[in-house]
């Protein structure tokens, strides 16, 4: 590359190798078994134990597993090609016109399911 003024030294480019270590942990282990976004897992039964205190997510379920025992739901499969049923979270807030709260309420329903899943 030439250098900046007139007359200046040309000037070496260097290229840098992009390694495994600029990777997340979490991207690392999908793709490393297969698992896209949105894919269904398989863990075997006995192979994981539900975590009930300390979790770490919000998730629906949360479980400790080995890594080796977790299997990606082939997409040719029924199962593997489904899409989970949405849920959808309705909140609704009434406030007076000092900004306090009047009332509340939450409607919870699910994709598929005639009746609401949950109401407060």
Same mark, same amino acid.
């Given at each position: 590359?030439?250098?900046?003024?007139?007359?200046?030294?040309?000037? =070496?480019?260097?290229? /840098?190798?992009?390694? =495994?270590?600029? +990777? !997340?942990? +979490?991207?690392?282990?999908?793709?490393?078994? %297969?698992?896209?976004?949105?894919?269904?897992?398989? *863990?075997?039964?006995?192979?994981?134990?539900?975590?009930?205190?300390?979790? *770490?997510?919000?998730?629906?379920? =949360?479980?400790?597993?080995?890594?080796?025992?977790?299997?990606? /739901? !082939?997409? %040719?499969?029924?199962?593997?090609?489904? /899409? !989970? !049923?949405?849920?959808?979270?309705? +909140?609704?807030?009434?406030?007076?016109?000092?900004?306090?709260?009047?009332?509340?309420?939450?409607? *919870?329903? /699910? =994709?598929?399911?005639?009746? *609401?899943?949950?109401?407060?």
């Amino acid at each position: 590359v030439p250098g900046a003024g007139e007359g200046a030294p040309a000037r =070496e480019v260097q290229a /840098v190798a992009t390694f =495994e270590a600029n +990777i !997340p942990m +979490i991207l690392r282990f999908l793709v490393d078994n %297969d698992l896209g976004g949105g894919r269904w897992m398989e *863990l075997p039964a006995g192979a994981y134990s539900s975590v009930t205190e300390g979790r *770490l997510s919000g998730a629906q379920l =949360e479980v400790v597993a080995d890594a080796a025992a977790a299997r990606a /739901v !082939p997409l %040719d499969e029924e199962a593997g090609s489904s /899409v !989970p !049923p949405v849920r959808i979270l309705s +909140i609704q807030t009434l406030a007076d016109a000092d900004g306090a709260l009047g009332a509340a309420a939450i409607a *919870l329903a /699910v =994709e598929g399911s005639a009746r *609401l899943h949950a109401r407060a």
